[in-house]
């Protein structure tokens, strides 16, 4: 199980930088668009999220507040809702993709400062 949940988080780690690295990449050519990065990103985070807040670990002090991962999902499915609607647009509001990198940003600082 152990090694189940590390390629998890793997996986998680590699849809947060498809997520943010696409979303800077859009943000520095100020065209203000969804990409498919963005788009894969916000679904692996989403899906591997869900399978990493399953309870692998056998309990014990390791396992997360149900809070904070009741907090992260928010977050993630507010994220994808943001991502997912506006996809096929040429353009979008300067403020709703900021509000993407902004919010993919606090995911990963409440899953870093959270304890």
Excluded: C
């Amino acid at each position: 199980m152990e090694a189940l949940r590390l390629i998890l988080r793997y996986a998680h780690l590699i849809g947060f930088a498809l997520l943010l690295g696409g979303a800077i990449a859009q943000f520095l050519t100020a065209k203000f668009r969804v990409n498919k990065a963005m788009l894969w990103g916000s679904i692996v985070q989403v899906l591997t999220g869900i399978a990493l807040s399953a309870p692998l670990r056998g309990g014990g002090d390791e396992e997360p507040s149900p809070v904070k991962l009741g907090v992260k999902l928010l977050i993630a499915v507010l994220i994808f809702v943001m991502v997912i609607i506006p996809r096929k647009r040429t353009e979008m509001n300067k403020g709703h993709f900021i509000g993407i990198i902004v919010m993919t940003l606090a995911n990963a600082a409440v899953a870093t400062f959270w304890r």
